[in-house]
């Protein structure tokens, strides 16, 4: 009766911990079709917040603004994150790997704010001595790439340390240099972590604010800043409508690539399957 109890409490607890995180995002979509701007009590469904917003170009220019550096943000973080969790998974001893690692996993536990304004300074500086870059598109996808390719290569690096090296070592001892063993045989069997690094730091991106506030310059704002100045001056009930595409935007790329994997891991038991059964009904005639 007691492990009964425990168990409907924990399902209880759950519970009340996903209605905590998730009602504010519900009311959101909610009063995102609500027919006027009052913000307490729905007075009909309506899409005149969305057609709104097709009108306002701020949040229009802000969106596409925003996928253009999350896009690129998300190639460069998977690349580089892709390097970086290779040389610190595959190199174990060279000189200065202490640092190097910890100047890559610092952005994980560094205050957004301080990378934004340290990055601030040196695009400042750099502009003062260099006369490049501009504050704008380049500096925000700089930025967020320096977060992104932290993140990404702590996933590319779990993919790492748990593959087989035996299939890298097999390749080595049938002839194949470095540069094909990693194209042909490691890059394929850690796809799926690049992808996932590259989702991961894509959503970074788009969803970013402070980093975007201190690299961005005049008139070139991403969609999370535009919401951000709009909530600041009152409720706008097409900043629902705006955040309600991003939520339906961000599911639907998390469920799809949810959804490849799940299809990769049974092809592959599939696959491991067949090979395993070829197997057992070789044996006999050998």
Not at 33 to 38: I, M
Not at 62 to 86: E, R
Not at 139 to 152: K, Q, S
Request: charged letters at 15%.
């Amino acid at each position: 009766m007691k492990n009964i109890a425990n168990k409907h409490f924990g399902k209880l607890w759950m519970a009340l911990c996903y209605l905590f995180l998730y009602m504010p995002l519900v009311f959101m979509v909610v009063f995102s079709f609500n027919s006027t701007r009052q913000d307490a009590h729905f007075t009909g469904f309506s899409l005149r917040w969305y057609e709104a917003l097709t009108r306002d170009t701020k949040i229009v220019e802000g969106f596409w603004l925003s996928f253009q550096v999350a896009l690129v943000t998300g190639v460069l973080s998977a690349i580089l994150g892709t390097f970086a969790a290779f040389v610190l998974v595959r190199y174990q001893r060279f000189i200065g790997r202490t640092v190097f690692s910890g100047m890559v996993n610092a952005p994980l536990v560094m205050p957004e704010v301080i990378i934004g304004l340290s990055l601030l300074l040196l695009m400042v500086g750099a502009q003062h001595f260099l006369g490049w870059p501009e504050r704008g598109m380049l500096t925000i996808i700089l930025g967020h790439t320096l977060l992104g390719m932290a993140y990404g290569m702590v996933v590319v690096q779990s993919r790492l340390q748990e593959m087989n090296r035996s299939l890298e070592e097999a390749a080595m001892d049938l002839g194949a240099k470095p540069y094909q063993v990693f194209f042909l045989v490691t890059l394929p069997n850690i796809a799926q972590g690049i992808l996932a690094a590259f989702l991961l730091s894509f959503t970074l991106s788009f969803d970013d604010v402070v980093i975007s506030e201190f690299l961005s310059g005049p008139g070139v704002n991403t969609l999370p800043q535009v919401i951000f100045g709009y909530a600041r001056r009152g409720i706008n009930p097409t900043i629902y409508a705006a955040a309600t595409l991003l939520i339906a935007t961000v599911t639907v790329v998390i469920v799809g690539y949810s959804v490849w994997v799940a299809r990769q891991t049974r092809r592959r038991e599939r696959e491991v399957a067949a090979a395993i059964r070829q197997e057992l009904a070789s044996a006999p005639s050998r």
